[in-house]
């Protein structure tokens, strides 16, 4: 079985963030780019089910500028076989974007199952996966947590508000990965090695015109300084005191 | 100019959220004009008029059996129809696990953008705009439609409900919309709830969370202990998580949930900035911390400086002697 991971490359989670001079950008001068932590647990997903299968082939593909090759090349190391870069050059394109480029490419691959973080923790929007299986037409569930394989059905988990709901889904199918689905294995030297002889293809994508329009990119207000009500466990009855009298959440 | 709301409903129940973004709904129909459609996607029609009260004018009903249990593909087709045959501007659902999950397949199926887990929304200048977090709040984003409806999901607990007009009713219409229930798609088989009967995390009004200070996974029963007697949910930073004390469901931060509750209390967490991200935006803020100098105190409304082990237990017998 053919499978896809849709991965992103994204700021580090230690960033600190600074506008940059446009107003609606994020200043990349000494931010650290890396795969998207949630496509760690799709990447590691993937890799798994082939092992399990003991066949087939696992194809990563981003979209991005130049640099994303890099993290193109982190998965290679991990295991993928091979990866395909969709070359756009436009800054932070929409989710409606990078799900019809993904869906343009995917849609040539006889692929039985599509994984992808269940978000990027840059824009935090969570929306490629599922509009990738609506483009597709295939079934999705995002945000797994359990993922079982029995022939042509997955059987998985989800969290929702106060539980967990069970699905069974016919592949081909789309999933988002949550963490704690399984523990993403290191690249090993063997791996990093591997990856150099590895393919990464590189298609243009053309820029159609954005579903978004991003006005501003702002910091948020800084919070007012608070204070040390005191030391210790002498401090309770004062804390308690401004908890209900001045903050009133008591 | 027409506003369409998604309702969110669980075991035949109309979830919290629902009232939260038919508020914001009225208040935008102020500016913008109404009116209020609220569709919801059932079985049956169950007391869905009273939406009316929480500010509702009409309620499309898209009934179909295979809603017995919640099914993003089929709801995903009766929203997008009902976007259509109302001819909405703007299409509004909660940014719940559920909302999350439906609101990009209408967008895909409408071909339009959609602003996810919004903070706040603007219609004064004439046009919606919308404010959504992004890296957990780390930065805010503002954004337009060039496209039409906007689609937008609301985060929970942000937006308050409208006041209830008590016996408002709305009109209950049938929705008609086509949908193949029987090309392939993921079928829910059920559900399990969470033991403890604490609130979620990201809807919860008060949330007490411990870190690595706590030393050990077995301390984390101070943590409970102090929740419990504030009605408060449990959450955890990323350390105690990745170090296996925790479950991933409880991690407050940029690789967890991001919560805004009226209270967060941070026990024996230094505040890394990845977690800061994920409390930044709650109401108040309590760090309780043996280092003066953690940056968790810089975001800290007020700060205990002290040993939790003596902090926490005094705190939580003070909580339940007020109560």
């Known amino acids: 079985m053919l499978q896809v991971v849709c991965v992103k490359q994204v700021p580090d989670t230690d960033t600190r963030v600074k506008v940059a001079a446009d107003g609606r950008t994020l200043d990349p001068n000494g931010v650290t780019l890396v795969l998207n932590p949630y496509d760690e647990f799709a990447v590691e997903q993937a890799l798994r089910v082939k092992e399990s299968l003991g066949a087939g082939e696992v194809v990563a593909v981003s979209l991005g500028a130049a640099g994303v090759q890099t993290t193109l090349r982190n998965v290679l190391a991990m295991g993928a076989d091979r990866a395909l870069h969709l070359r756009l050059d436009a800054a932070a394109p929409d989710a409606l974007t990078i799900a019809k480029a993904l869906a343009d490419a995917i849609r040539g691959l006889d692929a039985g199952l599509v994984w992808l973080g269940k978000q990027a923790v840059d824009d935090d929007g969570a929306q490629v996966g599922p509009m990738l299986a609506t483009l597709l037409g295939r079934p999705c569930v995002s945000n797994v947590s359990t993922f079982e394989l029995a022939g042509t059905t997955a059987r998985v988990e989800r969290e929702i508000e106060g539980g967990r709901e069970q699905l069974e889904v016919p592949l081909p199918a789309v999933f988002t990965t949550d963490k704690g689905l399984n523990e993403p294995r290191y690249a090993s030297l063997k791996g990093i090695m591997a990856a150099k002889k590895k393919t990464i293809e590189e298609r243009a994508v053309e820029a159609a015109a954005p579903h978004l329009e991003r006005l501003a990119l702002e910091l948020p207000p800084p919070r007012a300084a608070g204070r040390i009500v005191g030391e210790g466990a002498g401090a309770v009855p004062e804390l308690v005191r401004v908890l209900r009298e001045e903050a009133k959440v008591l | ?323």
């Open chain 2, 1 to 323: 100019m027409s506003i369409l709301v998604y309702v969110e409903m669980r075991d035949g129940a109309v979830r919290p959220v629902t009232r939260e973004v038919l508020g914001e709904a009225k208040r935008l129909a102020a500016t913008l004009g109404g009116p209020v459609t609220a569709v919801a996607c059932a079985t049956g029609d169950a007391g869905l008029a009273a939406l009316g009260e929480a500010g509702a004018d009409a309620v499309l009903l898209a009934r179909h059996d295979a809603f017995a249990r919640h099914d993003a593909a089929g709801h995903a087709v009766a929203v997008a129809e009902a976007a259509r045959s109302t001819g909405a501007k703007v299409v509004l659902f909660g940014a719940s696990s559920t909302g999350k999950d439906l609101a990009p397949r209408v967008a895909a199926l409408l071909g339009v953008g959609l602003a996810a887990d919004c903070t706040a929304l603007d219609a004064s200048g004439g046009r919606l705009v919308a404010t959504r977090p992004v890296m957990a709040g780390k930065a805010y984003e503002r954004l337009a439609f060039p496209m039409s409806p906007a689609l937008v999901t609301l985060r929970p607990k942000v937006f308050a409900p409208a006041a209830p007009e008590a016996g408002r009713t709305a009109a209950v219409q049938p929705l008609a919309f086509t949908w193949d229930a029987a090309a392939p798609r993921a079928v829910v088989t059920g559900t399990t709830a969470q033991t403890g009967g604490r609130p979620d995390l990201t809807e919860a009004e008060i949330v007490v969370s411990g870190g690595r200070g706590l030393k050990g996974p077995e301390h984390f029963a101070l943590v409970e202990a102090l929740a419990d007697a504030m009605g408060a949910t449990v959450g955890a930073s990323r350390a105690v998580v990745d170090a296996g004390w925790r479950s991933h469901g409880e991690q407050v931060g940029q690789t967890g949930k991001t919560v805004s509750p009226k209270l967060y209390v941070a026990i024996g967490i230094s505040g890394a900035i990845q977690h800061l991200a994920g409390m930044s935006s709650s109401r108040c803020i309590v760090a309780i911390n043996k280092d003066p100098e953690a940056p968790i105190f810089k975001v800290a409304d007020y700060g205990v400086v002290g040993d939790l082990f003596e902090v926490v237990p005094a705190l939580t017998d003070a909580v339940k002697r007020m109560h």
